[in-house]
């Protein structure tokens, strides 16, 4: 079981950035699939960007596509997720998932078929 903290939210303005962490319990090895959500009170989770470690290019979300930036550090436990030119319409609790993919990685992300999440970390963009 892979057990995951998040940490970097904040309130901001409209405008700004924040770098969100994802730290892994152990090191996540190549071909697991990661995914980035967001979820506001009484919706569902919408999910903002999936990776396959070592597996190409992430994938995001329209709503967030050339503003957040995921990213890996060298140990790969630890997972990035870059937001920058933060809109109101980006508040919401960020939490990252994991698990290793029964299908293309973005695929699983959007249905929502990783197992293991982490509790999440608020962000709050003011206008």
């Known amino acids: 079981k892979v057990e995951l903290v998040e940490s970097g939210g904040g309130s901001v303005q409209a405008g700004g950035s924040l770098t969100l962490s994802c730290a892994a319990s152990d090191y996540i090895h190549s071909g697991y699939c990661i995914g980035w959500y967001r979820q506001v009170p009484g919706k569902e989770p919408e999910w903002v960007a999936a990776i396959e470690i070592d597996g190409g290019s992430p994938n995001y979300a329209d709503a967030v596509k050339g503003r957040f930036t995921v990213s890996q550090n060298d140990a790969k436990d630890i997972l990035y997720l870059q937001m920058d030119s933060l809109e109101p319409e980006d508040t919401g609790n960020y939490y990252c998932?994991?698990?290793?993919?029964?299908?293309?990685?973005?695929?699983?992300?959007?249905?929502?078929?990783?197992?293991?999440r982490g509790q999440g970390t608020q962000v709050t963009v003011s206008s």
């Open positions: 998932a994991a698990d290793v993919p029964n299908g293309l990685c973005s695929s699983v992300v959007v249905r929502g078929g990783l197992r293991y």
